[in-house]
């Protein structure tokens, strides 16, 4: 059974703090996604990689950094946490191409 | 670039056949997948179309026309469960593997 597991369902941060969320899959797929998902915009991509230790930048990459250190790792960084990346964020993961993807369960972030 | 427009909600009684299209712009695509969301569950991929026409899944159907810029998903004998928000999404072409999704119908299925 194909798994993404992420690190927390929820998460509760103080503005300033910084913020790491991880995304782990089992399947060897060599792309990686990280989502953030709000109201009414539905899934708009932060970042993505392709391999390890390689990265591109999505729609919304500003306020968050990524890190891919091993194929199966993909972790999203909040280095300053503001109110308005209170959010749901979402991993995924697939193969080439990317038609079918695999999410993880979501964490909610609250940024208080 | 793309851009693909979905009505924002759709409601429906159970048992009936419901479509829900998906319209779209774009310069070169591989092709059409869906997604299907639960309130508080992630995304699950329900079908992708490389080609046109119609994929059948169960009671779960999509379609793709590139010459209509247009695909849709049909669910059939309706379920209360089938309540769940829907994404369409399209693979670029041109060396790009990442996916560009519409912003999600809201399927409301009443007994």
């Known amino acids: 059974d194909v798994k993404v597991t992420q690190s927390s369902r929820y998460l509760v941060k103080r503005t300033g703090e910084k913020v790491f969320l991880e995304c782990v899959q089992d399947m060897d797929h060599e792309n990686m996604f990280w989502y953030r998902q709000d109201p009414g915009l539905g899934l708009r991509l932060i970042y993505f990689?392709?391999?390890?230790?390689?990265?591109e930048k999505g729609d919304i990459p500003e306020g968050y950094s990524v890190s891919r250190e091993k194929k199966e790792r993909f972790s999203l960084i909040l280095e300053s946490a503001s109110t308005n990346q209170t959010s749901m964020y979402l991993c995924?993961?697939?193969?080439?191409?990317?038609?079918?993807?695999?999410f993880g369960p979501g964490t909610r972030l609250t940024v208080t | 670039g793309q851009s693909l427009e979905q009505p924002s909600e759709v409601t429906a009684v159970e048992g009936a056949i419901v479509q829900i299209n998906c319209t779209y712009q774009?310069?070169?695509?591989?092709?059409l997948s869906w997604y299907q969301q639960h309130d508080g569950g992630a995304p699950t991929f329900l079908s992708y179309?490389?080609?046109?026409g119609l994929e059948e899944t169960g009671r779960f159907s999509s379609f793709l026309s590139r010459s209509d810029s247009y695909g849709y998903l049909l669910l059939q004998e309706l379920q209360m469960k089938d309540s769940a928000s829907y994404f369409c999404?399209?693979?670029?072409?041109?060396?790009?593997?990442?996916?560009?999704f519409g912003r999600g119908t809201s399927l409301i299925v009443h007994p």
């Open positions: 774009t310069s070169g695509f591989y092709g």
């Open positions: 999404a399209a693979l670029p072409s041109g060396g790009s593997y990442i996916p560009t």
């Open positions: 990689s392709y391999d390890v230790k390689m990265k």
């Open positions: 179309n490389a080609l046109d």
């Open positions: 995924a993961s697939s193969k080439s191409p990317s038609y079918e993807q695999y």
